[in-house]
């Protein structure tokens, strides 16, 4: 018996994206970013599918040993860096990336005797001021780096764009020049672009692009989805009908009784619910696929379930497919519906939902 819900991941359309993204950054290596479970999609199945990448990046060491433990050897940033110092003997024998944002960090690398010399990634704040060191820093920073028998080769140095998903030009510009003014004369590869960087401004390509969301196929961007911008999907999240009503004009459907039925209406309940990651935000009305056709929400979203109006598709049974999102209907759709962006539905994807790979 198979799971219901699923979520269907197709690795063909993960190397698509990938192909996509190698064609947008010809000069670039790829930093695949598969960090909070690669975005919901399965760490290691999304690992082994862009097993090309020439890097992957993550979050935490965590998600580090697991791609090692399953067997892959790429090579591995650390995005925020190590949080405590017991992590660096560790990040050094799985010979992972660090990222070094804080002079806490930087510390604890020259306290840290290590089984071998680490490389680090030097992170700039150019105006997000999330992480990273402040520009009039860096020379110092990369001087220390430099000098410390623990860290392998010069620093490679990255910046993180803060309002490119929103075609901020002004602010982009103002990072980008940021950037460039506080790595002038250093050594070391640069990496800036996110998707939002890598799709809109190929000024930030740089020698390493980290994509994220555009490897899954959806779009950094409000307002438009990733198939527009030429990308295949690659979660589709589905569930399907456990029970049918018939309910007479006039009842209502769900807690709270926020769905009342205008006409005699034939409702289908599919197991689906928040607690499996599809959010109690979304509103009556928001579409699932059911037989290959839109029908909309009724009522509330529960924990486990939903209810859906299917008095247009005559012929729906128990057992039916019921598409969250996925090819024919877009994740960046029902996220808009949600008041929320699509990287919130897809890392919500909870644990009890299994992911198939295809
Ligand atoms: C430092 C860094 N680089 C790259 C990315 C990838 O971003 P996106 O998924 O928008 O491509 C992220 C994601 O949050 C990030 O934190």
């Known amino acids: 018996m198979?799971?219901?819900?699923?979520?269907?991941?197709?690795?063909?359309?993960?190397?698509?994206?990938?192909?996509?993204?190698?064609?947008?950054?010809?000069?670039?290596?790829?930093?695949?970013?598969?960090?909070?479970?690669?975005?919901?999609?399965?760490?290691?199945?999304?690992?082994?599918?862009?097993?090309?990448a020439d890097a992957f990046a993550v979050a935490r060491i965590e998600e580090a040993v697991a791609l090692r433990e399953a067997g892959?050897?790429?090579?591995?940033?650390l995005l925020e860096g190590v949080f405590e110092p017991g992590q660096l003997p560790l990040a050094a024998s799985l010979g992972l990336d660090v990222v070094v944002h804080s002079r806490e960090q930087l510390e604890m690398l020259e306290a840290a005797a290590l089984p071998r010399a680490v490389e680090t990634w030097v992170k700039?704040?150019?105006?997000?001021?999330?992480?990273?060191?402040?520009?009039?820093d860096v020379s110092?920073?990369?001087?220390?780096?430099?000098?410390?028998?623990?860290v392998a080769g010069p620093p490679r140095l990255m910046t993180h764009l803060a309002c490119a998903d929103e075609r901020d030009a002004g602010t982009t510009d103002r990072q980008l020049q940021g950037f460039t003014a506080a790595v002038s004369g250093q050594p070391g590869e640069r990496s800036v672009a996110n998707s939002a960087g890598l799709l809109w401004r190929p000024d930030s390509h740089a020698d390493?692009?980290?994509?994220?969301?555009?490897?899954?196929?959806?779009?950094?961007?409000?307002?438009?989805?990733?198939?527009?911008?030429?990308?295949?999907?690659?979660?589709?999240?589905?569930?399907?009908?456990i029970a049918l009503r018939d309910v007479r004009r006039g009842e209502r459907v769900g807690y709270g009784g926020t769905w009342t039925a205008q006409a005699d209406s034939r409702v289908a309940i599919a197991a689906i619910g928040y607690g499996d990651?599809?959010?109690r935000s979304l509103p009556s009305g928001t579409p699932v696929m059911v037989r290959d056709h839109r029908a909309p929400l009724a009522g509330r979203v529960s924990m486990d379930m939903i209810a859906v109006d299917v008095t247009a598709l005559p012929g729906v049974c128990v057992g039916d497919a019921v598409v969250l999102?996925?090819?024919?209907?877009?994740?960046?759709?029902?996220?808009?519906?949600?008041?929320?962006?699509?990287?919130?539905l897809l890392c919500g994807v909870t644990q009890r939902v299994g992911v198939t790979n295809v």
């Not at 892959?72 to 940033?77: A, W």
């Not at 110092?140 to 623990?150: E, S």
């Open 277 to 279: 990651g599809y959010p």
């Open 124 to 136: 700039i704040d150019t105006g997000m001021n999330r992480l990273g060191f402040r520009p009039e």
């Open 2 to 52: 198979t799971r219901a819900p699923r979520a269907l991941v197709d690795s063909g359309a993960l190397k698509f994206n990938l192909a996509a993204v190698r064609r947008q950054a010809p000069g670039a290596r790829v930093m695949a970013v598969i960090k909070a479970n690669a975005y919901g999609h399965g760490l290691v199945g999304v690992g082994r599918a862009l097993a090309d």
């Open 140 to 150: 110092q920073v990369t001087r220390r780096l430099a000098g410390n028998p623990g």
């Open 208 to 241: 390493w692009v980290r994509p994220g969301i555009m490897l899954y196929g959806v779009s950094p961007f409000a307002g438009q989805t990733g198939i527009q911008l030429g990308l295949r999907p690659a979660m589709q999240l589905l569930s399907r009908v």
């Open 72 to 77: 892959l050897g790429n090579r591995i940033v």
């Open 325 to 344: 999102w996925g090819q024919q209907l877009p994740v960046e759709e029902v996220a808009s519906l949600a008041g929320t962006i699509p990287y919130e």
